[in-house]
């Protein structure tokens, strides 16, 4: 892309989507075992010697792809009894479509695609609160978490995470035709640019001196009222949550701005939980997300939920 031009985010997210789908193969690709003897026999629930010894190099969020290799049984147990999920009840995340009474919404879509090519047709979903999925995860109640819990140093220790799967985090919501022509973060001087109380988003901005008013609402609701009347020029929310006040409140005059370039730490990237030491089912399943998101499946199920690309391109250095 040296031709003397300044690459543009077209060209970023062609690039991303290039090299995303290798990498992410690459990455839950299953470790090779070590080599056993033909009088060593592996200990039932224990994980296998190769990811007993392995000392890779985590990343900085605690991650060791080396930890994950194969060998403890756990994908054919899930396939031959079925599988627990544990989730919060959430819209849009997860929850009960009250027209036709089915389970649905953007993770609960997602896994069970994932589930159903890994082949595992045996499910059965166990409601809770946010504070019982990781208790319930290391318990055994659950053996996967459809409601996604972000990746800590902390909880690698105590729970093993599927691959990344999308992000969410901070987006540019602007009045229908975008009438201020805001595209970026540096476009906001001058401009009266909302947010939300209790949120980053509204810190990063107060440290600015150049916006002519920085308006902080308690609710999308009031922030898109004063929106659309032009009391603001634009609104710097949460991606996932104003998606879902959109489901709920159809043919606003409103519109995501898609040059806007998220300023979310990587921590806001969706990944599932599961079992610790369970790494013949995650590793199946973690190939099938990968390969949902190279045909195209994850994408059309972010979509229906009002997330789109900007959710599956997002990466350090990007611009």
């Known amino acids: 892309m040296d031709n003397g031009k300044k690459p543009t985010r077209r060209d970023f997210l062609k690039l991303a989507g290039a090299a995303s789908g290798s990498s992410i193969l690459a990455a839950c690709a299953p470790a090779q075992p070590a080599a056993t003897s033909a009088t060593e026999a592996p200990v039932a629930g224990a994980l296998p010697t190769a990811a007993q ?6 990343f900085a969020n605690g991650i060791m792809p080396a930890s994950y290799g194969g060998g403890d049984g756990s994908y054919d147990r899930y396939v031959k009894d079925g599988i627990r999920l544990g989730l919060i009840e959430y819209f849009p995340v997860n929850y009960v479509d009250p027209a036709t009474g089915k389970r649905t919404g953007w993770n609960t879509d997602i896994v ?3 589930l159903e090519k890994s ?5 059965e979903f166990v409601e809770g609160p946010w504070e019982s999925m990781v208790p319930g995860l290391q318990s055994g109640r659950f053996d996967l978490l459809t409601s996604d819990v972000h990746v800590t140093p902390e ?3 105590i729970i093993d995470f599927s691959i990344p799967v999308f992000w969410y985090g901070d987006a540019l919501v602007v009045p229908k035709g975008n009438p201020a022509g805001l595209t970026t973060w540096e476009s906001f001087a001058g401009k009266t640019i909302g947010s939300a109380l209790g949120v980053p988003y509204t810190d990063w901005l107060s440290e600015r001196t150049d916006l002519k008013a920085l308006p902080i609402y308690k609710d999308d609701t009031t922030a898109t009222a004063d929106l659309i009347a032009g009391r603001m020029d634009g609104y710097v929310t949460s991606d996932a949550n104003y998606a879902g006040f959109l489901l709920q409140n159809k043919d606003l005059p409103v519109e995501f701005v898609n040059s806007y370039v998220p300023r979310s730490a ?3 990237w969706t990944r599932f939980g599961i079992q610790k030491g369970h790494n013949d089912f995650n590793n199946v399943f973690s190939h099938a997300l990968a390969e949902m998101f190279i045909d195209g499946t994850t994408l059309a199920i972010l979509q229906k939920y009002n997330l789109g690309q900007r959710n599956l ?3 350090p250095g990007m611009v």
């Open 119 to 123: 082949g595992i047709t045996k499910i």
């Open 112 to 114: 069970l695609a994932a």
């Open 266 to 268: 990587l921590s806001d």
């Open 313 to 315: 391109f997002v990466v």
């Open 53 to 58: 010894a392995a000392t890779g190099p985590a």
């Open 155 to 157: 909880r690698v220790k």
